[in-house]
């Protein structure tokens, strides 16, 4: 699969200010944001359900508007992002169009952002996502977790210059869930592809992250902003070492402090 990106411009800096969002009822999601992601680094946002982490995702994705404040990718905004086919978002749920295979899902991807047609890096996502042999398999006859690893090579296949992950592997069981987590930063990661993740996994986010932020309940605010120094690539026995867990009790107890709980409360 071809290593270079679609498009001539670097991976972008994401820049929020002053950015809120409030629903019908005046119910506050996010508190006034000021926060920077860093261009071609892998960011992970964790914090307890509902706290608004989905929602900032789909503010930058383009696919809601801020209540107030404003945000910035690489310059432009989410709608132009979205309009030049560089952002690529993997949700909870896969919405792999029922009709159409595992293969031509993924294929259409490609050419909703009008880029070449490449059978080649297709088949080569459909093997590394552990989906050999299902090319050719509709929706309808593939598990909850296979659906989403199809899902997550459908964002893959345009190699953009912003990705983001809303529970990628929330679906697939936990053997399945660390081999991605090792192997799939290795597509992004040589791009330089500014990469957001959204986790309830702690371990996830230390495995697959440059940086953490922890937010607050709702009204989310951040309550730690936490490097991750561990070098790369991240093999999987990497999560047994004294230094992952030091970061992950670090982020759990951040989890807790923010949440006014006990840090044996906090998420996993």
Partial sequence: MAAEQPFGDPPPQITCAGLSKSFAGGMQV???LDLTIAAGRTTALVGPSGCGKSTLLRLIAGLAEPSAGSIGIGGVSPAQMRR?????????????????TVRSNIALAQKLVRQPADPAAVDHLIDLVGLTGFGDTRPAALSGGM???????RALITRPRLLLLDEPFGAVDELTRRQLAQELPRLWEPQGTTTLLVTHSVDEAVLLADRVLVLSPRPARVVADIAITLPRPREPL???RAEFRELAAEISAALAEGAGQPPSQAAE
């Fill in 147 to 153: 659906r989403q690893r199809a899902a997550i090579a």
């Fill in 238 to 240: 990497v999560i047994h």
């Fill in 30 to 32: 996010l508190a006034p």
């Fill in 84 to 100: 030049s086919g560089a952002i690529s978002m993997a949700f909870q749920d896969p919405s792999l169009l029922p009709w159409r």
